[in-house]
């Protein structure tokens, strides 16, 4: 039985890693045609007579995936074969193993499934009768997030083998690029979470939500280490703005330029599900993992400061509703109990909708920011972002040890300010949520009108400020 969750597990990560990261080559196309006013994909299509069925484009990474399978598998004569062979297996192979030590779920007791309350300690543990408690995790490792940073360099070995091996100037050129901007930004990733490391007191993934499930979501703790851990994390993934080592004005498609066929596919969709790793990532250091405002373990706690609000609606629902145990416990012990197997669901789905939501953000950025120079992006590493993760350590520091001086004199403005954090999620992400969706689902009226002549266009629009020069 554990082998068997295990298996699960296994499959369901690659499978959603895999899967959204075919999804967003569809939403970096779409995306792109919403800015800048184009129709996008809507080219790949399934006749069935005169029926088409286009599902808004989502055809277009099914149709990659078979002309990936189909196209021919070239090699230069002169590259070096079995460099030019693994390059592609490390390069998704870096992304596949970072999964194994995020959670994406609480744990799961066997036992409990439908009580409420039950705590992690409290699962029971009986092989025999295989009872156990289920991690979340695939490999739930003590050396939690060491071991990301480790799997993580992977890929650049893998840069750093296609490029060289292609025996093509370009890919060299561009595989030297993107060693060095990976090396340097995995400098500012690391360093910008200290300061996170000394708050939640851990390095493994699974304690750090666990810390901000009782407390208050990193970002709320450690903003100015999400803004620079966010911009490291999509400079790792070499996207736009800091796509230097794929500029396809200098270096055609950089280091994967000879590669073709399903080789090209790897490197291709590698890319994405890098997109997915660090959304994972994200989501798990600052934005609380599986963790929802006010939902835990036992149930639901609404408060604020001092003020239960759970067993304030308790009380008054009593009078009319004395019999029921709902009710009883909410008005008694102020939570409003929710069965184990719930909340261990509702927090995996949140899990993955902030990873999906983060994605989406990515793709903002890609299409709304120009392109480095090269000297531009290593300056910011070096003289912007690794400093700035310094101050921020320090001033991490700084905090810790000030609230550990203060000590229980500042626990209540401290539980005022979680729980002001956790109404702003509440209300503030669907807010967002519901906005969006009215956004894309509203029709937008077009006003199309026809320009003549550049000095016709500017009397229209009210002249120009400068006037015209006289012969």
């Known amino acids: 039985m554990p082998i068997l969750y295990i298996v699960l597990k296994i499959a369901l990560m690659?499978?959603?890693?895999?899967?959204?990261?075919?999804?967003?080559?569809?939403?970096?196309?779409?995306?792109?045609?919403?800015?800048?006013?184009?129709?996008?994909?809507?080219?790949?299509?399934i006749k069935i007579g005169k029926f088409e069925l286009r599902l808004a484009g989502l055809l277009h990474p099914l149709a990659d995936g078979i002309k990936f399978i189909f196209k021919e598998d070239f090699r230069p004569p002169r590259a070096d074969k079995l460099l030019f062979g693994i390059a592609p297996i490390l390069a998704v192979a870096s992304v596949l193993t970072v999964l194994a030590v995020i959670p994406f779920g609480d744990t799961l007791c066997l036992e409990g499934l439908t009580k409420a309350g039950v705590a992690v300690d409290q699962c029971a543990r009986?092989?025999?009768?295989?009872?156990?408690?289920?991690?979340?995790?695939?490999?739930?490792?003590?050396?939690?997030?060491l071991y990301v940073f480790a799997v993580s360099g992977m890929?650049?070995?893998?840069?750093?083998?296609?490029?060289?091996?292609?025996?093509?100037?370009?890919?060299?050129?561009?595989?030297l690029r993107a060693a060095s901007q990976m090396v340097s930004y995995e400098v500012t990733l690391g360093m910008s979470l200290i300061g996170a490391f000394m708050i939640y007191g851990t390095i493994r993934p699974d304690e750090m939500i666990r810390w901000q499930s009782e407390n208050a979501w990193g970002i709320f703790v450690q903003p100015f280490a999400f803004l620079l851990f966010f911009a490291a994390a999509v400079a790792e993934t070499k996207r736009v703005p800091f796509d230097l080592p794929e500029a396809e004005?200098?270096?055609?498609?950089?280091y994967f330029t000879e590669y073709s066929g399903m080789k090209f596919g790897m490197f291709y969709l590698g890319e994405y599900m890098e997109v997915v790793t660090s959304?994972?990532?994200?989501?798990?250091?600052?934005?609380?993992?599986?963790?929802?405002?006010?939902?835990?373990r036992d149930g639901i706690h609404i408060t604020f400061g001092d003020t239960n609000i759970i067993q304030q609606v308790?009380?008054?629902?009593t009078a009319k509703l004395p019999t029921n145990e709902t009710v009883k416990a909410m008005a008694t012990t102020g939570v409003a109990p929710i069965q184990h197997w719930a909340v261990v669901l509702f927090g995996a789905l949140a899990f993955f909708g902030k990873v999906i939501a983060i994605c989406f953000i990515q793709t903002f950025v890609r299409w709304s920011l120009p392109r480095f120079r090269y000297d531009q992006l290593m300056r910011l590493c070096w003289k912007v972002l690794l400093p700035a993760s310094?101050?921020?350590?320090?001033?991490?520091?700084?905090?810790?040890?000030?609230?550990?001086?203060?000590g229980a004199a500042a626990e209540p403005t401290i539980k005022i300010l979680t729980d002001l954090s956790r109404w702003v999620v509440a209300i503030l992400v669907p807010a967002i949520v519901i906005r969006g969706i009215v956004g894309f689902a509203r029709n937008k009226r077009r006003e199309f009108w026809k320009v003549g002549s550049s000095s016709a266009f500017a009397d229209r629009t009210g002249g120009t400020a400068v006037e015209p020069m006289q012969a």
């Open 155 to 175: 890929g650049i070995i893998a840069a750093a083998m296609a490029g060289a091996s292609s025996d093509n100037k370009f890919s060299l050129m561009s595989a």
């Open 14 to 45: 690659i499978a959603f890693t895999l899967n959204l990261g075919a999804i967003l080559t569809w939403a970096d196309r779409r995306q792109s045609a919403m800015i800048q006013d184009r129709i996008g994909p809507n080219r790949a299509v």
């Open 390 to 406: 310094l101050a921020n350590i320090m001033l991490a520091g700084l905090a810790y040890l000030i609230l550990k001086d203060i």
């Open 314 to 317: 308790g009380e008054m629902l």
């Open 249 to 254: 004005s200098e270096l055609v498609s950089g």
């Open 279 to 296: 959304s994972m990532l994200i989501v798990t250091l600052f934005l609380g993992g599986w963790a929802l405002p006010f939902l835990h």
């Open 126 to 145: 009986n092989p025999e009768k295989g009872v156990f408690p289920l991690a979340m995790t695939v490999a739930p490792l003590r050396s939690g997030l």
